[in-house]
């Protein structure tokens, strides 16, 4: 789902104009809330997730660049509260440390999603199946696959080396796997 928001819209809420404002949270609402709701489980911490990063566009409003579309800086804010969010809720960290030369780093294309594959696998079914996985290695697939941060900048942001954001793509991978694969089976059994 895309933002469109006209340029008329961000300079009034440059200005601190209400009713922009709200204009602009509708626009901007269901865009934003389907990010917030990758790293949650349900839409009240969503929308809070949400409000937080709006709360910051219309704080930082005045420092778009205009070469930058809006769209990509809203989206980009929003999941770095999504990210700090993460960070701020985990108790202890539950991340284990793997040296690089241990971890086989898959191509991409081994996990493709689209809106239903193959297996007959839809994005929300993945939604379903990723929540039952821990949440580290949940962290480190959404930004890496739906997100597309590369391991380097996962290990930046989360804190962790490059190595443990691999294993941890790869035990996503392999749970998620062994969850569909499960599923598929118990829907050929039904089938008989």
Known sequence: MRIVVKEKLIKACIKGERKAQQSLYQSCFQPLLSICMRYKNNKEDGVAILNDAFLKILTNIESLDPSVPFEAWAKRITINCC?????KNRSKPSI??????YVREPSIHAFEIEEEDHVGITLKK??????RVPASSQEVFQLYI???YTHKE??????ISEGT???HLNNARGKLKEMIIESQNRISRIAL
Do not use: F, P, T
């Open 83 to 87: 990210i700090n969010d993460y960070r």
């Open 146 to 148: 739906l997100e597309g």
């Open 126 to 131: 993945l939604k379903e199946l990723l929540a």
């Open 96 to 101: 284990v440390s793997y040296d690089d030369e």
């Open 154 to 159: 996962i290990a930046e942001i989360l804190k």
């Open 165 to 167: 954001s691999k294993w």
